[in-house]
């Protein structure tokens, strides 16, 4: 009895333990390949199964940036105002592209002025709301701000990072630059923490130290305070 026992554990164990490794891989590959389970909330509150929403999006057209960051389903895209240029002629830069393959994934959109041409990054992972409101009605007749770093970079050997606010107004459904304050030159972004109220935001980052004659270029830490206004959004440096 014993002997016939153990003949049918063992004969369960050899069926039994490879329909389970089908099993599993058939899921594995309905979540990494099909994404079937993988559901996304819109803004507006609508859930679209993920395979479905990115066929509407070449179907019809709509910002991969805006569904990405924002999660609203719109063909106008994200624009960038490009710094430094004058305030009578302003440059803005449409954001069309995800770059996932950045250690930072990144929305991303090139630029050509006269004889220049650059690109402008957003950091995909540090949007950040700085009035973020959990009731729906509130949050439909309110606008919402965030803030986001940014690089941008030209022909030459520069890469200036920028702090960006964005405004969102819930019943268009549309986002809006309002306002860049610059960080500098090739730096290494460590926090952004925006106070309880988002009435401030501090930045510490890593500067080139550029008076240093060593053969590396040592960093030094730097910490800086800007507030956010809102009648009109824009930032002020904390004296």
Not at 66 to 78: N, V
Not at 140 to 163: K, R
Request: proline residues 5%.
């Amino acid at each position: 009895m014993a002997y016939k026992k153990r003949f049918w554990i063992v004969l369960v164990a050899l069926i039994g333990i490879p329909v389970l490794v089908l099993l599993a891989s058939i899921g594995i590959y309905r979540f990494n390949f099909t994404n079937a389970d993988i559901y996304m909330e819109l803004a507006d509150g609508e859930v679209v199964q993920y395979d479905d929403l990115m066929r509407e999006i070449e179907e019809h057209g709509y910002s991969k940036v805006m569904l990405s960051l924002f999660s609203i389903r719109t063909k106008e895209d994200l624009k960038i105002q490009l710094p430094e240029q004058p305030a009578e002629t302003p440059v803005w830069v449409p954001l069309r592209n995800i770059d996932s393959q950045a250690t930072h994934r990144s929305a991303v959109g090139d630029y050509t002025l006269a004889e220049e041409s650059g690109t402008v990054a957003l950091s995909y992972d540090t949007v950040q709301a700085l009035n973020p409101v959990t009731d729906k009605q509130t949050a439909e007749n309110q606008h919402t701000l965030f803030i986001a770093p940014f690089s941008v970079s030209d022909q030459g050997t520069g890469l200036f990072y920028y702090l960006g606010l964005f405004e969102q107004d819930n019943q268009k459904m549309s986002v809006h630059h309002r306002d860049s304050f610059l960080l500098g030159n090739r730096v290494n972004i460590v926090s952004i923490q925006p106070d309880n109220q988002g009435r401030s935001v501090t930045v510490e980052y890593m500067e080139r130290n550029t008076d240093s004659n060593a053969g590396f270029t040592p960093q030094q830490p730097v910490s800086v305070t800007v507030n956010v206004a809102t009648d009109p959004v824009r930032f002020s440096v904390t004296p």
